[in-house]
């Protein structure tokens, strides 16, 4: 793996896990959802470790409550 493309794995994951060092992007949708299912899903996001190898974990699918 190289240098540069480590440092964004590291610099994902960082973001995904504390929501420092970047700009979180949500959806409409996602924003329209109540506080409470809304703050289940972030802190869902920030246990999801399930990165594709072939990725730099810029992306992911989790369900939470039969939502994707």
């Known amino acids: 793996m ?3 493309r480590a440092k964004t794995i590291e610099l994902n994951d960082m973001l995904r896990t504390s929501f420092r060092g970047g700009w979180l992007q949500i959806t409409r949708n996602f924003y329209d959802l109540d506080a409470r299912p809304r ?3 972030l802190y869902a996001m920030t246990r999801y470790s399930r990165g594709d190898e072939d990725s730099e974990h810029d992306w992911g699918v989790f ?3 039969g939502n994707s």
Do not use: H, M, Y
């Open 2 to 4: 190289s240098g540069d």
């Open 63 to 65: 369900i939470l409550a």
């Open 39 to 41: 703050g289940r899903a």
